[in-house]
């Protein structure tokens, strides 16, 4: 399995500003998937990024509060846009691979934990 | 609408006995399951997970069954260690295939804080 290394692992970002999320995989990912935890819930994907197309947003999630890059199959980008308290959240990148029967994964970066004040 | 259901918000359990973590889901299109634990501060970590097309699978101390008739499948932990003590997730994944790219998303449940005493 590739390892996947999330960054930064923690911030405290004022309201209104923005934050870049990075994510490297050791290897190349078809997919990549970005997911958020708020306090107390479970987790929520955001959008899933393939590269060499646009995101594709899923319900909630919006382009513009929630810009996602995929420049290589090995790299992704989310920002988190004009930040409001209610986005403070954990947020995780991911990638599946795709065994036979029972063996398929799906791999976590060690995520972000964003504070908004 | 919640798609999968992870009903028991906690489970205490002691320490050599088996923790068993129980799973709910709604959607029959599900081609996957899969069992994560959590830590504080740390990203999920993938623990097991099982084909729709199976009841069962095993590693090591982690089992997990799956009941496709009643939408139902459990993660048993036998025997439970303090070590264990972690939020655990259950997640289902419906395979799409797109261009000769596979991919599935995943859907979570709420998660189950299990606490191992020594």
């Known amino acids: 399995s590739a390892v996947i290394s999330q960054k930064p692992s923690r911030d405290i970002c004022q309201r209104g500003t923005s934050l870049t999320i990075q994510c490297q995989v050791d290897s190349q990912v078809t997919m990549m998937f970005w997911y958020r935890q708020q306090p107390g819930q479970s987790l929520t994907l955001i959008a899933t990024a393939n590269q060499g197309s646009e995101a594709t947003y899923e319900s909630g999630f919006v382009i513009d509060k929630f810009p996602i890059s995929r420049p290589n199959l090995t790299f992704s980008t989310l920002t988190v846009s004009n930040m409001s308290p209610e986005d403070s959240s954990i947020y995780l990148c991911?990638?599946?691979?795709w065994g036979t029967g029972t063996n398929t994964e799906a791999f976590f970066g060690q995520g972000t934990r964003l504070t908004v004040v | 609408d919640q798609q999968v259901k992870q009903n028991s918000p906690s489970l205490s359990v002691q320490e050599g006995r088996i923790s068993i973590l129980n799973c709910d889901y709604t959607n029959s299109m599900f081609d996957y399951f899969l069992w994560y634990k959590k830590y504080p501060a740390e990203g999920p970590t993938f623990l097991i997970s099982?084909?729709?097309?199976?009841d069962k699978n095993e590693d090591g101390r982690f089992t997990v069954f799956l009941n496709k008739s009643a939408k139902h499948l459990s993660l048993h932990i036998v025997p439970s260690q303090p070590g264990d003590s972690a939020v655990y997730f259950c997640?289902?994944?419906?395979?799409?295939?797109?261009?000769?790219?596979?991919?599935?998303?995943?859907?979570f449940g709420q998660g189950t804080i299990l606490t191992v005493h020594p």
């Open positions: 997640a289902a994944i419906v395979y799409t295939n797109a261009g000769g790219t596979s991919y599935g998303k995943l859907t």
């Open positions: 099982i084909s729709s097309i199976k």
């Open positions: 991911s990638y599946t691979i």
